[in-house]
């Protein structure tokens, strides 16, 4: 039975963007219906999709393998053995329920094949065409698409692997991979979550899962009530994903929906791509996480300088390493510090 599924998924299965299956949409080549796609239309336009090395995730998990040179690094890019056995499990359950349902089709499909029968010895104007409506429907149950196949079990593959993430009412979606926690995985995909300490104490990331099972990975000391936890409730930064997952939780379209935030960061490097730019990469403790969107500015203060705006370079899914490039502009007072006298550990403000 064919699957519909969301451009992100049909695109990570087939190994190719969004973008090319959005183009192959608009130019009527590949059909959708409420802005999914079947498994069945996907084989049919990618054939030479298959389970064998070249398949995306296969590949992955094989260049996870050859470049994870030391255990920890390999238990990073990997779920851990018990969120693992949890996706398993779920993927065992989905097994049986298709097997059931499989008994089922065959037991009316024999049904079927005795009604044909009897319908055929009663009436003989009938009996022509049911015997070839009936050749028919087994030729077609026999030749069921092998691309449409692979594609289903590279898809059960995938869920194990990287289970997907959909958010409302933003819509916004992303895949939690290896040992990624909910939180983590979408600022990898650079969607502006809440949150606030990302672990476990101030309860920012609070979300209500909507549908699909998720597990604790790490312990927090935020109180989510029973009350709460009975209707769905959960810290994003605490959870994993065990099989595809539809999340309400609030995303940040603009500045105006972060709060404030106030951090003393520390100078960690300064690199000099040239004589008239300097990059000036700072860190956060280690509780402190600076929440911001791409390009946005910030405010620094250093020394006793006047404060300063600069857009922030570097990606919000790394709250803690915070870039920016700076240009020399000489008779700056800022500029003249930071070029001439600023050094690695100074504390500098970031509003
Ligand atoms: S971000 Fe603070 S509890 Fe999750």
Known sequence: MSERLSLSRAARLVGVSRGVLQKQIRDGALATFEGKVSTDDLAHHFPSVSLE?????????NQIKEKAFGKRVFERALPDKEVLAARLAELGKDITRTRAELSHYQLVMQWLDDKFDELAEENNVLRSPLSALKTWL??????????????EASESYRQVVAPHVRLTPSDDDFFVEGSETLLEAALRAGIAMNYGCSNGNCGCCKAR???GQIKKVHPHDFVISEAEKNMGYALMCANTAVTDVVID???????EDLPFQQITAQVEEMAYPSDDVLILRLKTPRTSRLRFLAGQ??????AALPPVNFTVASCPCEARRLEFHLRRAVGNPFSDYVFHRVEKDALVDVE
């Open 53 to 61: 090395p070249a398949d995306p995730e296969l590949a992955r998990v």
């Open 138 to 151: 087994h030729r077609e149950l026999a030749e069921a698409p092998e691309a449409a196949m692979v594609l």
């Open 209 to 211: 899962m909507v549908s």
């Open 249 to 255: 939780a609030g995303t940040a379209v603009g500045p």
């Open 297 to 302: 500015h910030v405010t620094l203060r250093l």
